[in-house]
Nanobody, 124 residues
Framework: VQLQASGGGLVQAGGSLSLSCAAS????????VGWFRQAPGKEREFVAA????????YYSDSVRGRFTISRDSAKNTVYLQMNSLKPEDTADYYC??????????????????WGQGTLVTVSS
């Protein structure tokens, strides 16, 4: 199983970026998929998740209304559209897949498979 995240880069505050996460050896539609991020010197934190089989969407309070998680089953790819970016959104962003349930949707233990990070830098 391999998850490949891409799309990170440098953007000015107020701008947008779209991250992608492509999977091989795993069918995303059968898993809960999530995005986490880790800023320098901080612990990794939950950003967004999408329950399997067209289930509910979840967002952290800090990104709700600005970020959108989605998936394309035909491409076996998960996306994170990030709008109105702020300097505090600067971090390495990680995609993940697992059997997370409601109680673990925002916790790393809910996800078995992880991609490598893609760096997002938001300048002020």
């Amino acid at each position: 199983v391999q998850l490949q995240a891409s799309g990170g880069g440098l953007v000015q505050a107020g701008g947008s970026l779209s991250l992608s996460c492509a999977a091989s050896g795993l069918t995303f539609s059968s898993y809960t998929v999530g995005w986490f991020r880790q800023a320098p010197g901080k612990e990794r934190e939950f950003v967004a998740a999408h329950r399997s089989n067209g289930g509910r969407l979840y967002y952290s309070d800090s990104v709700r209304g600005r970020f959108t998680i989605s998936r394309d089953s035909a491409k076996n790819t998960v996306y994170l559209q990030m709008n109105s970016l702020k300097p505090e959104d600067t971090a390495d962003y990680y995609c993940a897949a697992g059997r997370a349930i409601v109680s673990t949707i925002s916790r790393e233990l809910g996800y078995k498979y992880w991609g490598q990070g893609t760096l997002v830098t938001v300048s002020s």
